[in-house]
């Protein structure tokens, strides 16, 4: 929604607001109250579940968007900030105290990080130094991980955008509506599963009824989402930024 629009819905709100105050004062106006689904996109009006389906489909018709957040997951914690699309994504996982940079160019994935995420923890590196050295050479490089690699498959999950929003767009138990919220500026519909404790869900009410941020079931983490259709560039790095480990990344 453009600012031109946003400022007529904000100006209309604040009419219907005064001409109630008018009926309050008993000057004659009756069968006054503020429709919170004026002007939007209709969505707030359906039940808990047709809300949900129209989201999901919003979602996956949508070619890029960009989710950051929490994710809790087999006992760990991630904190993600990803701009992802059907061929690709870019963005910084954190888990464990480490951040590293993920990078997605249709089926090549790249890991950049830092020295230390690359030093072996469990006390295996010699006196030689040797392993600082094959940390240096890799701090701050995009290092292919090869498809065999046990990790391609939970890294490429962080850049995956149809597996992701698949992942996370779940309510569990019973769905019905929360009320009229709004998440950054833009008027949404809440939708919850089992009164809550199965997640909860912001769908916008302006444009399209794109999700807007969601509360996992169980505490498993909280995400928001934004950029939806906003196309970004992604391109392989310059041979001079890559390192090829070979068949198998480096144990860290």
């Known amino acids: 929604m453009t600012a031109i629009a946003q400022g007529r819905t904000h100006r209309r709100a604040v009419l219907v607001s005064a001409m109630c105050a008018l009926a309050v004062t008993g000057l004659g106006l009756t069968g006054c109250s503020e429709d919170p689904d004026a002007g939007t996109n209709g969505v707030g009006k359906l039940a808990a579940d047709k809300i949900q389906a129209k989201t999901r489909a919003a979602a996956a018709a949508v070619d890029a968007v960009r989710l950051s957040g929490t ?14 699309k059907s061929d690709g994504a870019t963005g910084s996982v954190t888990a464990e105290g480490a951040t590293f940079h993920l990078l997605r160019v249709d089926e090549e994935l790249y890991l950049k990080a830092d020295a230390a995420f690359w030093k072996h ?22 290092v292919k991980v090869p498809t065999g690699d ?3 498959k939970k890294f490429s999950g962080f ?21 009229h919220h709004e998440q950054a500026g833009v008027r949404s519909i809440r939708i919850t599963g089992d009164g809550g404790s199965g997640g909860t869900l912001d769908v916008s009410l302006e444009g399209k009824p794109y ?11 909280t995400l928001t989402f934004s950029a ?20 198998e990344l480096p144990t860290s």
């Not at 994710?71 to 992802?84: C, H, I, P, Q, T």
């Not at 923890?121 to 995009?142: F, M, N, R």
């Open 150 to 152: 046990p990790s391609y």
């Open 71 to 84: 994710v809790v997951a087999g006992g760990k914690s991630y904190r993600l900030d990803m701009s992802l």
């Open 159 to 179: 850049t995956d955008k149809d597996l992701l929003l698949d992942s996370v767009l779940t309510l569990h138990g019973s769905l019905d509506k929360d009320g």
């Open 228 to 247: 939806w259709g906003r196309d970004f560039v992604l391109k392989e790095p310059a041979e001079s930024e890559t390192v090829d480990y070979g068949k």
């Open 121 to 142: 923890e469990d006390g295996t590196s010699d006196d030689t130094g040797s392993d600082d050295a094959a940390a240096g050479k890799l701090d701050d490089k995009y």
């Open 211 to 221: 999700p807007l941020r969601l509360v996992r079931a169980g505490g498993a983490g």
